[in-house]
């Protein structure tokens, strides 16, 4: 079976700090990849997506960047941090071992406060 | 822009009663549809997914498609205290594009 595992778990910054989160999936290859936050009350937005190495679609322009070193690891990062990137970060995978291509899945989250 | 609505809630449901929970989206073309759990401070958890007309049960759950009214919903039957939670939909419109919900809040009274 598949799982996918995130870290930390939880995190607190300070403004203008450096951030990186790291999320692996085990149990099947060349997955599709996503990072998404979710604000308090609010719906997920998507942050990017890779669908393979080193490839990247980024969604919305903003403080943060993804990378996509090896087949199953998936990282978050940004060089300053903003308090607007406070929020729960969700990492997501989705691919043919899931049964249906797009049906995603995600991980524990991590839940981001900068101050 | 795509858009997922669901009414925010809560929605309060006595044990035991059916819960429905609705959800519209406004591009035509999608072709995906699904249904998220997410507890409080915890990661979303799939339940379900509905990809053509009409409905589709598991267990106590049944989800309700209707493409030309742009329309699906969720019921959950027997509801417990258990399922209080926040109820995603989420569309695919294509690809890679997923397109969530911000959830209605479901609140079982035991």
């Known amino acids: 079976s598949q799982t996918i595992h995130q870290w930390p778990a939880t995190l607190v910054q300070p403004v203008g700090s450096p951030l990186s989160l790291e999320c692996t999936v085990e149990?099947?290859?060349?997955?599709?990849l996503y990072w998404y936050r979710q604000a308090a009350g609010r719906g997920l937005q998507l942050l990017f997506y890779?669908?393979?190495?080193?490839?990247i679609s980024s969604e919305v322009p903003q403080n943060l960047s993804a990378s996509r070193p090896q087949d199953r690891q998936f990282i978050l990062s940004s060089k300053k941090l903003l308090l607007s990137d406070s929020g729960f970060y969700l990492c997501?995978?989705?691919?043919?071992?899931?049964?249906?291509?797009?049906?995603?899945?995600f991980g524990p989250g991590t839940r981001l406060l900068v101050l | 822009q795509k858009e997922v609505e669901q009414n925010s809630g809560p929605l309060s449901v006595p044990e035991g009663a059916i819960a429905s929970l609705n959800c519209t989206y406004s591009d035509r073309g999608s072709q995906s549809f699904f249904w998220y759990r997410q507890y409080s401070g915890k990661s979303p958890e799939l339940i379900m997914f509905?990809?053509?007309?009409g409905d589709k049960e598991d267990g106590r759950f049944t989800a309700q498609l209707n493409k030309a009214s742009q329309y699906v919903s969720l019921l959950i039957r027997d509801s417990q205290p258990s399922d209080s939670a926040t109820y995603l939909c989420a569309v695919n419109t294509g690809g890679f594009k997923t397109i969530f919900g911000a959830g209605t809040r479901l609140f079982v009274k035991a």
């Open positions: 149990g099947t290859s060349n997955p599709n």
């Open positions: 509905i990809y053509s007309n």
């Open positions: 997501a995978w989705s691919g043919l071992a899931g049964g249906q291509l797009e049906t995603q899945y």
């Open positions: 890779s669908v393979g190495i080193g490839q």
